[in-house]
């Protein structure tokens, strides 16, 4: 059976364990054929991601903080060096400081608010910025990122992140429609509640967990490599038609009104 992305070349922004979603999207692309580079943020998550991608014969790393502009061009700079393109890239960043995920959303303070849209939003934007160049000198391709329920409706505790996903999930319409014309796609996945160490850090995600499992229409949780499947089709051309929009894998709990 051919293999969905054959051939084709992708980054993956935001591996920090073998328990991220992005590891989950890497380990589905590259069952499917394509060659892969990743990056990392500092040297102390240097050694895990290196560890990872070395699982995956031909993958690259390069460093990037992506609140640095110099790092984001230096990072398309070496996948131009090394590749000349793109054909998809996964954007799986988020952060929020930790006091502004523990108490009320009105407590929070003007960086706090800066910092969660500027790493958790605004990176994708900065990322399409250096990333459409590559992606249409191969004739286009896919970027997707990462979303949850919390930026549609209130969930408590996610706070200023609700705030950054909701403007995350705009960026990715008006990235779509800027992007079109150049071929290229750009959709969320807005996953489930899964239990990867950024989750954890969510107050009462251990009851996030439980409810969904009780009251989703599938009766479980969400498996972080269901989301890296869908991740797949998004990348691949069998979702050539597809620009723009929220793709909900959450065993349908965003389909109640509970």
Same mark, same amino acid.
């Given at each position: ?56 014969? /031909? ?25 000349? /393109? ?173």
């Amino acid at each position: 059976m051919t293999k969905l992305l054959e051939g084709k070349k992708g980054l993956i922004l935001g591996v920090a364990n073998k328990r991220s979603i992005a590891w989950a999207i890497a380990q589905s692309a590259a069952h499917h054929g394509a060659q892969l580079a990743f990056t990392y943020q500092g040297e102390r998550l240097m050694e895990n991601v290196k560890e990872l991608a070395d699982t995956l014969p /031909g993958s690259l790393i390069f460093p990037c903080d992506v609140m640095q502009e110099d790092q984001v061009t230096s990072l398309f700079d070496n996948i131009q060096k090394s590749w000349g /393109g793109l054909d998809f890239v996964a954007h799986c960043i988020a952060f929020a400081k930790a006091e502004d995920l523990e108490s009320d959303y009105v407590k929070t303070k003007k960086d706090g608010f800066d910092t969660a849209l500027g790493v958790s939003a605004y990176s994708l934007t900065a990322v399409c910025q250096k990333a459409a160049p590559l992606l249409e000198a191969r004739g286009g391709g896919s970027v997707i990122t990462l979303t949850y329920l919390g930026g549609d409706r209130v969930s408590p505790r996610y706070n200023v992140m609700g705030v950054a996903k909701a403007a995350l999930q705009s960026s990715v319409r008006y990235l779509a429609y800027d992007l079109g014309a150049k071929n290229i796609r750009v959709n969320a996945i807005s996953a489930g509640p899964i239990n990867t160490l950024a989750a954890r850090g969510i107050s009462g995600f251990t009851d996030m967990l439980k409810m969904v499992k009780e009251k989703a229409p599938l009766k479980r949780n969400t498996e972080a490599a269901e989301v890296g499947d869908t991740a797949t089709f998004l990348f691949s051309s069998l979702s050539r038609g597809i620009t723009g929009q929220t793709i909900y894998v959450d065993s349908g709990y965003s389909i109640l009104a509970v």
